[in-house]
């Protein structure tokens, strides 16, 4: 437990504080690693307990180890056969390829990590506490942003750095971001919206007991850090989260088929309303929330991820290579599609190789091809199947911890189309630890050592009399 403890703190600021050291760039750049070895070091220490006490390796279950073990093999075989053609004029880089696939599993290594610990429900609790803590002092930094402007911008901000390998990691203040977007530790403004839009999801979801409320009035000064922040995306999903659990607890009678043709009508109607604010051909400033509803976005996107679906995905499609994958280099993939292709889009051209990995899934079809990309998927929706039962287990706390990380992956369709969701370390490392706490956790009887309040007493004896009702039917049925 308090090396996931350590890890959540160290990712959040661990860059930052080494920006005081008076390091050379590689050195730095080598210590950015530090909270991936706490990890790797828990991970060898909770394998080598197992060990001493005989019990062996322990996989996941829930027919998810096949899966992971699968898509793993296939990403290795991929990548050395995409990589090492021999012939060829151009081909994916090696240790490009091998650094983009550590960047997606890295975290895998923390689901595999947590499955084989026995949890309790009070650590669960010190886990999400610490998680909360990191949203409340990365929230007071971003407020300090906001209200002392370019210097607390410049104090908070982790320090450009150029790795022994040539690969530059810049912030936003280094390419001249506006200052009015914060960011709190991090080196761009997506990690510090997640972090912020989690923060949210927890209290939402933790704080059902005091009503529906409450939760939501908690969870508004983080949404509106999110839009100080400048990442819409994150913003609207963030909204309908809140959308959804005001459903969820007002209209709770209405049943499933009157939600979905609400939900379907809802759609078309949101689609229709944006098609008809394009219309007007409204002047916008570039960079407001607002700016989304103009044509110059539109235009902006064909540019970049809408270009990358309509333009570069269909002509790419059908080339055999697919079934493989081009390997896990964006910059080989760029010059491939521009060589290969009739792409007629310039500005689409010269952004390709920065721009690719931004439509996240595309980029893991081109990757590892169509089998990678199915395996992954398959494994993720076994995940989220999986963690919808645990909603409803009688053990309140892991019940919640599955939420959570239900809700995260849910919303990780949507943010893997505008960003690397699965590449953004502190969203990456909550959703894959409360998945596996959940999950290890929903194994374990009912936690005794947390006390229950008289509401999940009364929800405790439902569950009993509704699973002793289902056995006496089927008992009658047979």
């Avoid at 390091?23 to 730095?28: H, S």
Wanted: aromatic share 14%; glycine share 6%.
């Amino acid at each position: 437990m308090y090396f996931l403890i350590a890890a959540i703190w160290l990712v959040c600021f661990w860059e930052w504080l080494i920006s005081f050291l008076p390091l050379e760039d590689a050195i730095r750049a080598a210590l950015t690693q530090v909270p991936e070895l706490v990890i790797l070091i828990g991970a060898l220490a909770v394998q080598g307990k197992l060990g001493s006490s005989h019990k062996g390796f322990r996989g996941i279950g829930y027919g998810l180890d096949p899966l992971l073990l699968s898509f793993l093999a296939w990403i290795i075989i991929s990548t050395l056969l995409t990589t090492s053609s021999a012939g060829r004029y151009l081909a994916p880089d090696l240790f490009v390829s091998l650094l983009n696939i550590k960047a997606l599993i890295r975290y895998l290594a923390v689901f595999y990590l947590i499955v084989k610990i026995d949890w309790s429900a009070t650590e669960y609790i010190k886990v999400r506490s610490a998680i909360l803590m990191v949203v409340v002092v990365e929230a007071a930094i971003g407020l300090a942003q906001i209200s002392f402007g370019q210097a607390a911008l410049e104090f908070f901000s982790p320090k450009g750095i150029e790795d022994a390998f040539g690969v530059t990691r810049d912030t936003f203040l280094d390419r001249g971001r506006s200052s009015i977007e914060i960011y709190g530790t991090f080196r761009n403004t997506i990690s510090f919206a997640y972090l912020m839009m989690i923060g949210a999801i927890i209290i939402l979801v933790s704080g059902v007991r005091f009503g529906p409320i409450g939760p939501r009035i908690l969870a508004l000064p983080l949404t509106a850090l999110i839009f100080a922040s400048g990442s819409r995306v994150v913003l609207f999903l963030t909204l309908a989260i809140y959308i959804l659990y005001f459903f969820k607890f007002n209209v709770a009678r209405v049943s499933k088929a009157k939600i979905f043709f609400l939900s379907i009508t809802g759609v078309f109607f949101l689609v229709a309303t944006y098609v008809f604010i394009l219309s007007l051909d409204l002047n916008i400033e570039r960079g407001a929330a607002a700016f989304v509803f103009s044509r110059d976005y539109i235009e902006a996107a064909m540019n970049q991820r809408l270009g990358i679906v309509t333009l570069v995905l269909p002509q790419l499609i059908y080339d055999p290579q697919i079934l493989f994958g081009f390997g896990a280099d964006k910059s080989y993939i760029a010059s491939y599609a521009i060589n290969t292709t009739y792409l007629t889009n310039y500005a689409l051209i010269a952004s390709l190789r920065l721009t690719l990995e931004d439509v996240y899934w595309i980029s893991l079809l081109l990757y590892f091809g169509i089998p990678g990309f199915l395996l992954f998927c398959v494994f993720l929706y076994k995940i989220y199947a999986r963690l919808s039962d645990l909603v409803r287990v009688k053990d309140r706390w892991f019940s919640e911890a599955a939420e959570i990380a239900r809700l995260l992956l849910l919303l990780s369709i949507p943010l893997n189309f505008v960003n690397q969701a699965f590449e953004v370390q502190v969203f990456a490392l909550v959703v894959w630890s409360l998945s596996a706490i959940a999950l290890r956790g929903a194994q374990r009887p009912v936690s005794r050592d947390i006390k229950r309040s008289p509401q999940d007493s009364v929800q405790l004896n439902v569950a009993h009399g509704a699973a002793a009702l289902n056995a006496d039917l089927r008992a009658r049925l047979r």
